[in-house]
């Protein structure tokens, strides 16, 4: 199946909702490589904003995510923030997926895991040559580093995946369309990719 | 001490009495570990040399056995038996005692490089724990007193010659004999009589008997003979399995002690009978107290004519035993991986078929038998084979050692005819509100009350002999969870279901342990549990499962009760996850925890 | 008339001798494997290849094929295990397959897009596994290991060197390199070994040559794993 051969959502199933479904977007520790890849799919934004509202997300700036319908979260969970936000889209959102490496498996950020979090955190701030009077921010706006990046399955209940670094904006449409459509996403060959 | 530059003044003797045999592997490394307590790597160059075995495979070998060390491990070497009926002895609370005592870490070698405390996999003393081995030694029977004075001696560094032989003693414990342990045998009268039926008679004769291996798998032990005699090959072996790593069992400890000489002439009959001038033993390490008694039965029996040249005056009948040791790996009891470890390899089992009747010891035809597999031989051989076929059940003939452990008012060996109930033994042995039974060790079955009137037989419920007793006061949650982490521990790690799986699973009933296991955690355990099961390379991975799916199916509540109303937990703390930034930044207001929530979707 | 056993719907012809895997193969019939090469012992024990024979589970890369067996391998039942397997060795691993030089010629990744693989699902044990940069011209990153031991196998049997082996136990079973050192520049390790060539994942890596084929070229960018390897034995009976 080609990105191309529909560019409109199903109707929704019969018995469904009327109301447009809503949707928001996260980015936690990731690096809005998957967010810009959502917007790559392009005129097919067109399409989706018929199709559903956005809540929470980059999209509308709106900080507070509200009752919603699908949650795509991207990037894995380094810090105490990242782990509240993922609980409030867990509790909004009654599909939640991950979408891209970073969220599926801690990605990049995950490297540091082989590294105990208190030698990283010497390392940077009183062993670096820019850094003379070291000393670690203990700013509470700060929000606190857990030990190791996790992916976010390992916190909260996931129910889809859309692996990719970032997945291309076909993946995501595709699977943005089967849920949209009611149906169980399907990535098919070409479409999987974990880098 | 002072590492000695030239390795060769003691390793040199070593590689002389193995004949520079490469497959001896596995006993240089042992005798050579005697000298520091560790191989130094300079050891290992040495070695490297000498057998022209890469240092990799050498490296790769010493690193799989738990009791052979690469690093330093201290000079007292303590190892807590971490059986469940240990702990259902206080041995948790006396391993503390120990290294509260001795200011170390459990699982560190303490800075003066003294001593190490650290746990083992059940070493075979269950009816006398809690237990440990100092430096490869049993001590039995521990108590706060024990500890104490044995804290003493290590910091007075006493060697271990010099401390009070009591805590060395092992009782038999032997509590019901019948035909296996009762006393009068008399060493040459069961090859007397094979050499009056012949090779072939006394094949005949064991196959009548309708005997079955006592290894726990319960293979036709004359089919297996006949398979082993009737494959080419240059050479033929006996192999007696004396692994017992089976958590529970000490049954083939008892019989080493007692009835050494039944064991090595059953070896001697199957040698007889299949044509083998060579055959081993292997001894666990665990038992290696008992190496210096079977040595010496071993030169009583060559004096007697019994083993060597020409036994019983019969010119050809050569046959002799060597006894290997093995080095903490459970996973050695599984045939073929015994035969690579006696090679002086890694304990892996091998791919089957072929299996070792045709391809075992050195790729030949190698028949390996329990030890009390080989002391049935004997009475059979004596007494014939339908005497023994009238005994039992009618599946399983003749008698079967139990090992009776935990929650019961005499522990110890029990020998029955096949086709005792399981509630006659629990009179027997003074067991008193049992609410289960753990038959066959971690890999075999968990039985509740109402199984109580099944019979221990081939046709119902079998067993290599561990029969361990909870009573009403146990947690069967927290049993499996210990036999699950015996599993994870023992993976060999050679095929992925087995050494992924087991840890997956060790994790998951941790987390359940925790308080933090979600209905989601529980429908992993079963996932996993299939996966094992279907997936795995050898027996190992195949009941790794067991203690699990049994006690789900029959005390559920001890999980329930451990699971959370929501229905997902975070796989890993996530409180004490932010610890080390706390500490590292100073701070503890709000923002620095998370806590559980009430109800995630 | 040649020899032949089923595997799902389809008659495979046999020599004696050949495992279910090879014969498979010979047939240009994809079963899934990670362990197994053609130039060297099957060894069994990824497990990937398993196939149900007589209603019980087995390895085909080790199981010698019979006259008439029936092997079921292409069943939702056996892939749900077999993409279960594969999780596994994601989460015991560090695989970040966009920092990988090998992902798009990684066999693991290649297999789990051929078993639809969209989550690791396990909890990740992340371990810390040291890279090895001491070699000249190779490099080793660990991290990705799945030990599969081909390199351990080519390197002693084909290049009679014992360049790698395996150490430890279970989940800390790992590959070590044969040298007082434990470093891979302290071995007769070369790029003229089979042992450099035969690592299904990124661990034995020639340094310099990192992503040199731009994404959309790589091997199984071009191809599922299972179209490549089975038009590869077909033709040539032998993959390469
Ligand atoms: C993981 C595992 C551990 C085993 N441990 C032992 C053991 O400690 N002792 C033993 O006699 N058999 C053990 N066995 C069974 C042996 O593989 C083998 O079947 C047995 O030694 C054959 O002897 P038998 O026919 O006299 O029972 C074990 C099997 C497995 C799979
Ligand atoms: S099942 Fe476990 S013990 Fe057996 S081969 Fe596999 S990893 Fe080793
Ligand atoms: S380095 Fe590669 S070839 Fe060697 S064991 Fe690991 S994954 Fe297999
Ligand atoms: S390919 Fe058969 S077990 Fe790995």
Not at chain 1, 150 to 159: T, Y
Not at chain 2, 315 to 329: K, Q
Not at chain 3, 191 to 218: M, N, Q, S, T
Request: charged share 20%; glycine share 10%; proline share 6%.
């Amino acid at each position: 199946m080609t990105a191309h051969d529909a560019t409109r959502p199903a109707p929704p199933p019969a018995g469904a909702p009327e109301r447009k479904p809503k949707l928001a977007t996260v980015s936690l520790a990731g690096c809005f490589g998957c967010h810009m890849s959502f917007l790559d799919i392009d005129e097919r934004l067109f399409t989706l904003i018929e199709h559903v509202t956005f809540d929470r997300s980059p999209f509308t700036d709106k900080k507070e995510v509200g009752e919603c319908d699908i949650g795509l979260i991207e990037g894995g969970v380094c810090n105490a923030e990242n782990v509240q936000i993922l609980r409030e889209f867990r509790q909004h959102c009654k599909i939640l997926v991950a979408l891209g490496a970073c969220a599926i498996n801690g990605g990049l950020p995950a490297q540091r895991n082989s590294i105990p979090l208190s030698s990283l955190l010497q390392a940077v701030y009183y062993s670096s040559p820019r850094l003379p009077h070291g000393g670690i921010p203990d700013d509470a706006e700060l929000p606190l580093l857990l030990d190791k990046v996790h992916p976010i399955h390992e916190v909260v209940k996931v129910d889809y995946f859309i692996p990719g670094c970032p997945p291309s904006a076909d993946a995501i449409w595709s699977v943005l369309r089967d849920l949209l459509a009611g149906r169980a996403p399907v990535l098919g060959h070409g479409m999987l990719h974990y880098d | 001490m002072e590492i000695q530059k030239n390795h060769s003044a003691y390793l040199d003797p070593i590689l002389e009495r193995h004949a520079h045999r490469a497959t001896d592997l596995l006993q240089i490394l042992r005798a050579a570990q005697e000298h520091f307590g560790w191989l130094h790597p300079e050891a290992i160059d040495h070695l490297t040399r000498r057998l022209g075995v890469p240092r990799a495979k050498i490296e790769g070998m010493a690193s799989f056995y738990a009791f052979l060390h690469l690093q330093p491990a201290g000079r007292y070497r303590v190892l807590f038996s971490d059986n469940i009926t240990d702990r259902m002895l206080g041995s948790a609370a006396l391993r503390e005692r120990m290294c509260r005592n001795l200011w170390i870490e459990p699982g560190k070698v303490s800075e003066d490089g003294l001593v190490s405390v650290d746990t083992t996999s059940c070493t075979g003393m269950c009816d006398q724990g809690p237990a440990l081995l100092v430096n490869g030694m049993a001590v039995t029977r521990l108590d706060a007193q024990r500890v104490d004075a044995i804290c003493d001696l290590i910091r007075n560094q006493a060697p271990l010659a010099a401390w009070p032989t009591e805590y060395f003693r092992v009782v038999d414990n032997i509590r019901r004999s019948d035909l296996l342990l009762n006393p009068g045998f008399i060493p040459g009268a069961a090859l007397t009589a094979a050499r009056q039926r012949g090779g072939q008679g006394l094949l005949h004769e064991i196959k009548a008997s309708g005997l079955r291996g006592r290894g726990g798998a319960g293979f036709a032990t004359a089919a297996k003979w006949e398979a082993c005699r009737d494959a080419a090959g240059e050479a033929h072996y006996v192999v007696c399995n004396a692994d017992e790593g089976e958590p529970g069992t000490f049954k083939d400890r008892v019989l080493l002690a007692r009835h050494a000489d039944e064991v090595f002439e059953g070896m001697t009959l199957c040698a007889y009978v299949i044509g083998a001038r060579k055959g081993l033993l292997y001894l666990r390490g665990e038992y290696r107290y008992l190496l210096d008694h079977l040595d010496r039965m071993l030169a009583r029996r060559r004096e007697n004519h019994l083993l060597g040249a020409s036994i019983l005056g019969q010119p050809g009948f050569d046959f002799d035993i060597e006894i290997h040791v093995g080095a903490g790996a459970y996973i050695c009891g599984e045939e073929s991986a015994l035969i690579e470890s006696l090679e002086g390899k890694r304990g892996t089992p091998r791919n089957r078929p072929p299996y070792p009747v045709t391809h075992g010891y050195l790729d030949q035809p190698t028949a390996v038998n329990n030890v009390e597999t080989f002391v049935a031989t004997c009475h059979i051989a004596l007494a014939g084979g339908a005497w023994y076929a009238g005994i039992g059940a009618a599946q399983s003939s003749g008698t079967k050692l139990l090992s009776v452990s935990g929650d019961c008012a005499r522990p110890g060996i029990y020998e029955y005819p096949f086709g005792i109930s399981v509630r006659q033994v629990l009179d027997d042995c003074g067991a008193a509100d049992t609410q289960a039974v753990q038959v066959g060790g971690p890999s075999g079955t968990t039985l509740a009350t109402h199984e109580f009137d099944r019979l221990i037989a081939f046709e119902d419920v079998p067993t290599a002999g561990a029969f361990m007793v909870f009573d009403i006061r146990r947690d069967m949650f927290e049993v499996a969870r210990n036999f699950v982490h015996f599993f994870a521990h023992e993976s060999c790690g050679f095929c992925t279901p087995c050494r992924v799986g087991t840890s997956l699973l060790r994790n998951l009933m941790d987390k359940l342990h925790n308080g933090q296991g979600s209905p989601h955690d529980f429908h992993e355990i079963e996932k996993l549990d299939r996966i094992l099961l279907s997936a795995s390379h050898c027996g190992l991975g195949h009941t790794a499962c067991n203690p699990v799916l049994d006690t789900i199916a029959k005390f559920r509540p001890a999980y329930e009760l451990r699971l959370q109303q929501r229905r997902f937990v975070p796989a890993f703390d996530l409180d004490r996850s932010l610890q080390t930034a706390r500490q590292m930044t100073g701070r503890d207001d709000g923002a620095t925890h998370l806590h559980d929530e009430g109800s995630v979707r | 008339m040649s020899k032949t056993f089923t595997l799902d719907d389809k008659r495979i012809p046999f020599e004696d001798g050949q495992t279910i895997l090879q014969a498979a193969l010979a047939a240009s019939v994809y079963i899934p494997h990670l362990c197994y090469h053609p130039d060297l012992e099957p060894h069994g024990s990824c497990k990937l290849c398993t196939v149900k024979v007589g209603g019980r589970q087995t390895a085909a890369c080790t199981l010698r094929a019979a006259e008439g067996m029936a092997v079921e391998s292409d069943t939702g039942e056996i892939n749900a295990q077999r993409l279960a397997l594969v999780q596994m060795l994601f989460v015991e691993g560090n695989h970040f397959c966009p920092s990988c030089e090998q992902s798009g010629d990684c066999r693991l990744q290649a297999t789990a897009y051929q078993l639809g693989m969209l989550s690791p699902h396990f909890d990740h044990f992340f371990p810390n596994r040291p890279v090895d940069a001491s070699h000249p011209d190779f490099l080793l990153d660990f991290n990705r290991c799945i030990l599969c031991s081909l390199c351990v196998r080519a390197s002693r049997e084909v290049d009679g060197k014992n360049v790698f082996a395996l150490a430890g136990r279970g989940l800390k079973t790992h590959l070590i390199v044969n040298a007082p050192s434990g470093k891979l520049g302290d071995t007769d390790f070369g790029g003229a070994d089979k042992a450099a060539h035969v690592c299904p994942v990124g661990v034995i890596l020639p340094k310099r040559r990192g992503f040199a084929v731009p994404i959309g070229e790589r091997t199984f960018d071009k191809s599922s794993i299972a179209d490549y390897v089975a038009s590869r034995h077909g033709k040539r009976g032998g993959e390469k």
